[in-house]
């Protein structure tokens, strides 16, 4: 008679295990299919602004949305292919970092027969393209902005610091050709010193592809030409800066009072860093981690099929399509302003 009773309650605590398991399980899936998925194609990992963006989207993910960064290593083929994986998977929203501006359309054609909304950021889309469906947006920075702050950085300073001639032969490193970021500050940092009254001479231009070891190496090979000509030198970003004053430390600069004027864009920590140090001497601040909460304020939005404006997503959209985040100048006297 015990062994009975025994055996009825040990059968009874099973099955209470059993549905107890069963419907923990239960309410778990119904969790994880309520839960938002947000896929997103960056150019390369190897980007340190990019990683910054990254972090931010990560760091902002939590148990109602899920975040799923790939990298296209660079290659439009592999951007695509990644494109299509989360076009598969029925992702609720695209965050894409393009290779080439000229996919877009492609892009945002594959995205609107899916019934996708595509965000794109940090390298934008022709007009005509983010006008080809109403569910495409673009979160960045404006280049020409960024530009004219490196441009003003340099007239200050050789406000103070005239060179020998009146002229300012400068270097400039590029991103790529495509970018409009790099043909952007490229353009509209010679115009702004030309605004403040100087006279400037190109003695170099390279493109160096936003990569400090390609930047380091350009560098050397421009200072053995030009080497004592150079009165400064423009990075479309911060990383090429940092190159460019690698090869400056390799010839003696930044010792004994050998110095050359070098600005980025970004305010990363490395260049964050050599401002504090004295070798760079400013930078222009890319607030990644803006960005990055508009991304994914926005995708969550999108995600949830609610309207985008200021009150949802917590930024001005304009033209109901672009999402604009300022840069600022960084100097040493303000450094510690970015977090």
């Not at 019934?115 to 920075?141: C, H, Q, T």
């Not at 504090?276 to 960005?291: E, M, R």
Request: charged share 25%; hydrophobic share 40%; proline share 2%.
């Amino acid at each position: 008679m015990k062994f009975r009773i025994r055996l009825y309650i040990v059968s009874i605590l099973i099955l209470s295990f059993f549905f107890t398991g069963c419907l923990s399980m239960k309410a778990s899936t119904v969790n994880l299919g309520k839960k938002a998925n947000i896929g997103v194609v960056v150019a390369s990992f190897d980007d340190t602004w990019i990683t910054s963006v990254r972090n931010q989207l990560y760091s902002m993910a939590n148990d109602k949305v899920n975040v799923d960064i790939w990298s296209a290593d660079n290659s439009e083929q592999t951007q695509n292919q990644k494109i299509d994986l989360l076009i598969s998977r029925k992702v609720d929203v695209l965050a894409i970092n393009l290779v080439e501006k000229s996919s877009a359309a492609a892009i945002i054609k594959k995205a609107q027969k899916a019934n996708i909304p595509i965000i794109f950021f940090n390298i934008e889309p022709s007009a005509e393209d983010l006008k080809l469906w109403d569910k495409v947006y673009y979160v960045g920075a404006k280049g020409e902005q960024s530009g004219e702050m490196q441009g003003e950085i340099l007239s200050n300073y050789f406000k103070s610091h005239p060179t020998k001639d009146g002229i300012i032969h400068y270097v400039m490193l590029k991103g790529p050709d495509s970018h409009q970021d790099a043909i952007s500050r490229s353009k509209y940092s010679i115009e702004a010193i030309k605004a403040s009254g100087f006279k400037v001479e190109k003695l170099s231009e390279e493109i160096a592809e936003w990569n400090r070891e390609k930047a380091d190496g350009k560098m050397k090979n421009i200072l053995e030409t030009q080497g004592d000509k150079i009165d400064c030198v423009i990075a479309n970003n911060d990383d090429m800066a940092l190159g460019a004053i690698d090869a400056l430390k390799d010839k003696g600069y930044f010792m004994n009072g050998k110095y050359i004027p070098v600005v980025g864009v970004d305010a990363t920590s490395a260049a964050l860093g050599c401002i504090k140090t004295g070798t760079l001497l400013g930078t222009v601040f890319n607030d990644a981690s803006s960005q990055g909460k508009a991304i994914f304020n926005l995708a969550n939005v999108l995600a949830n099929s609610k309207s985008p404006n200021k009150e949802s997503v917590g930024y001005a959209i304009t033209d109901n399509k672009y999402i604009w985040i300022d840069y600022k100048v960084i100097l040493k006297e303000n450094v510690n302003d970015v977090n």
